[in-house]
């Protein structure tokens, strides 16, 4: 073979191989063990002394919501609720007719590129405090005292396994929602 030959060819795969590298993918960088999008754990735990103590852990993706409600027995024992009292209506009761303890939650994270989530979380509670003579229509009824809260609290916490975070509202009582990766 001729030697310009030979040359323009070494010469024609180099610059072939030279394009090639040019336009090559850069490496793949890992940034955390999880996506941010993945499914992460969380676990609400409330202290109250209006609303006594619960925990509830959930699996839940960035974006979604969650509703949970927890029901338990009224502090003072069980109270009935006369259809005629005032507000009776939105007031929790039990299968027979006596007010209970409720708590409505709806947690809401939103995590972002750097993996710390957003939460959100809106908190409803009913406890009946006691009874008050209540007159209508001319009748004396013994009517629960309304204990309500309703609060929504936002506040960022990372998502790695173990991270914790506790608010307090209003009332005094406190939440603590600890998050772990799966």
């Known amino acids: 073979m001729n030697r310009r030959l030979i040359v323009r060819r070494i010469v024609s795969v180099a610059a072939l191989a030279i ?8 490496g793949i ?11 992460i754990k969380y676990t609400v735990k409330m202290a109250s002394k209006s609303f006594g103590n619960e925990q509830e852990t959930r699996t839940i993706r960035s974006g979604q919501t969650d509703d949970f409600t927890w029901q338990g027995s009224a502090p003072n024992g069980a109270q009935a609720v006369p259809d005629a009292c005032p507000g009776a209506a939105s007031v929790p009761k039990s299968a027979d007719g006596a007010a209970v303890r409720q708590v409505q939650i709806r947690f809401a994270p939103v995590v972002g590129d750097n993996g710390t989530a957003n939460v959100q979380i809106s908190f409803r509670a009913y406890a009946p405090k006691g009874t ?51």
């Open 19 to 26: 394009a090639a590298t040019a336009h090559a993918t850069p």
């Open 132 to 182: 008050s003579k209540v007159s209508v229509g001319g009748k004396s009824l013994q009517c629960p005292v309304d204990n309500r809260v309703s609060q929504i609290v936002r506040f960022s916490m990372p998502t790695s396994t173990g991270s914790k975070k506790t608010v307090t509202l209003d009332d005094g009582t406190q939440l603590t929602v600890t998050a772990s990766r799966k």
């Open 29 to 39: 960088k890992v940034l955390s063990e999880a996506p941010n999008d993945g499914p």
